[in-house]
């Protein structure tokens, strides 16, 4: 009785996630494709009556859009939640946990409080339409808006890495007795809350591609791997993956390195980013918005780009490109999507006088994201692999909204910023207590040195080919928890000289340059050849 109580369960929950996902994928342009491409094949001689729906069928594999079916599938199973209780509320889809909701609530208010304060200062309108000569003045030096040198001295970022860091430092479950794990390194580091993260053997079992006898683009004095070989055949199979357009295939590939020629095909492709001309049309009226009206967050945007990718060696080139998809980015209401699985809520704005009421409430800015401090370093590294503004644009929201959008947002997932923090601390503790302890005790708190780097996922730290390959495996795991795995790894790598260090500038400059480290040898190693 229990097992056929356990199948109907199983049934209904898969029968409920198909429905789900027909009903996500009826109205999109590919819907209207597919039904066009199986209404047009009818007329073909091959096409029989008295077979006529496996005929259709066996069209649609043959040319293509079977496959590209199975890839949108593919992409909703990986950005959308599993389904919950039918009964549970839609707050539960966005956080399970009351506490964690509450404190990204209280954040919000905060984020906004800052914005409004901004606003009301420096008498800048929220958003206003730009006169004819501006708009006309915008659209001719599109290309080159990095020559522009508004006055952005007023303005300040909303919020930075360390203000964030602060708000997750004082989080705490109400429910919990910290004295009751007294036995525990819980202590010593700065996160309290109690959520399940990969230990060492976990994160072993979870990427078996990276063990010392695995061949991995980004290791080039393998032990046991001839690396030139493994280069050629690595290359091989990834234009066979590219051929076969296949998203599922492409995932897994990129857990060993994308080569450099094939990794813009191979990450669209994992992303289901197209760029058809239907996007090349949504992306020209997001520029098309842009001109028309000026935003506030317009100046954040500018404000940050001008500290943070034009101070870079590596980035300061793809500036206009910066400002380009950044303020596209923020009239994208195709973005909101998102917030039915992000613990965060969109900001809203209210007309002038008409304040708490929610029929005049509008979600501002447009895509409900308002830019932190280090904000453009999400896009600057994709720069590299897309010279096409609508392509660039494309792959930069699919990464926000699969990943991106939870190094900033509080919650409870695996990937969220939270779970990153408390499994870096753990893994540290784990591995090296001591150094743990030492930098404790000089009140250099690891986290509070590390945050900065994981909240970007490194963007702006590490050399540009050794972060390419760090994002390589968060596409192949579906996953950001690598980036934790690094950032203790990086510990691990410099702890003789950080024991030897007696203050937190000390610490700080020890681990100031981190642009000559190899990354996937620093992970290979500290996973798989930590003694535990």
Not at 503 to 532: C, G
Request: proline share 6%; aromatic share 10%; net charge negative.
């Amino acid at each position: 009785m229990e097992l056929g109580l356990i199948m109907m369960d199983g049934e209904t929950e898969l029968s409920f996630t198909i429905a789900q996902m027909v009903q996500r994928l009826k109205g999109t342009h590919l819907h209207s494709q597919l039904e066009r491409q199986a209404k047009d094949c009818l007329h073909r001689p091959d096409i029989k009556l008295d077979s006529l729906k496996d005929d259709v069928r066996n069209f649609l594999k043959v040319s293509g859009w079977e496959k590209k079916l199975q890839n949108a599938v593919y992409r909703e199973l990986h950005i959308r939640p599993a389904p919950g209780h039918p009964a549970a509320p839609p707050e539960h889809t966005k956080e399970p946990l009351a506490y964690m909701r509450k404190a990204q609530a209280s954040w919000e208010k905060r984020i906004l409080k800052s914005l409004n304060s901004m606003c009301t200062e420096l008498d800048v309108p929220l958003a206003r339409k730009r006169p004819l000569p501006e708009q006309r003045e915008l659209s001719n030096k599109w290309n080159e808006m990095g020559t522009d040198e508004p006055d952005l001295s007023k303005f300040r970022p909303v919020y930075a890495p360390k203000d964030f860091l602060e708000v997750l430092v004082s989080l705490r479950n109400p429910n919990l007795d910290c004295s009751e794990d007294v036995s525990s390194h819980s202590q010593w580091g700065l996160i309290k809350v109690p959520l399940h993260v990969r230990d060492i053997r976990q994160v072993r079992d979870a990427c078996p591609e990276l063990t010392l006898t695995s061949g991995q683009l980004g290791i080039d004095d393998h032990p046991y791997v001839h690396a030139d070989l493994f280069e050629s055949e690595h290359v091989r199979l990834g234009k066979r993956v590219l051929s076969e357009q296949d998203s599922a295939a492409a995932q897994q590939y990129s857990r060993q390195g994308c080569p450099t020629g094939l990794r813009a095909e191979l990450w669209a492709l994992i992303l289901n980013s197209t760029n058809d001309p239907e996007d090349v049309m949504h992306y020209e009226q997001l520029k098309a918005g842009v001109i028309q009206h000026g935003l506030l967050v317009d100046n954040l945007i500018y404000k940050d780009v001008k500290l943070t990718a034009s101070n870079d060696d590596y980035y300061f080139v793809f500036e206009d490109f910066l400002y380009q998809v950044l303020l596209c980015f923020s009239r994208d209401t195709t973005v909101l999507e998102h917030f039915s699985y992000n613990s965060a809520t969109p900001p809203k704005s209210y007309i002038q006088g008409k304040a708490e009421q929610n029929e005049y409430a509008v979600i501002y800015p447009p895509n409900g994201v308002i830019p932190f401090h280090g904000f453009s370093m999400y896009v600057a590294p994709l720069c590299f692999l897309y010279n096409e503004p609508s392509r660039l644009y494309g792959v930069f929201r699919e990464m926000y909204i699969r990943y991106f959008f939870r190094l900033h947002s509080i919650s409870s997932h695996p990937s969220g910023i939270v779970s990153l923090c408390l499994q870096f601390e753990r893994l540290l503790q784990g591995h090296l207590p001591q150094l743990f302890y030492h930098l404790r005790e000089i009140g250099a708190q690891p986290l509070s040195i590390a945050f900065k780097w994981m909240v970007r996922a490194f963007s702006g730290y590490l050399s540009t080919d050794q972060l390419l390959f760090l994002w390589d495996r968060i596409l192949g795991y579906d996953s950001l928890e690598i980036v934790a795995v690094l950032a203790a790894a990086v510990f691990a790598f410099r702890a003789e000289n950080l024991m030897e260090v007696t203050s937190l500038a000390s610490a700080e400059a020890v681990l100031a340059d981190l642009s000559t480290l190899k990354v996937m040898p620093l992970i290979q190693i500290f996973v798989f050849a930590t003694v535990v």
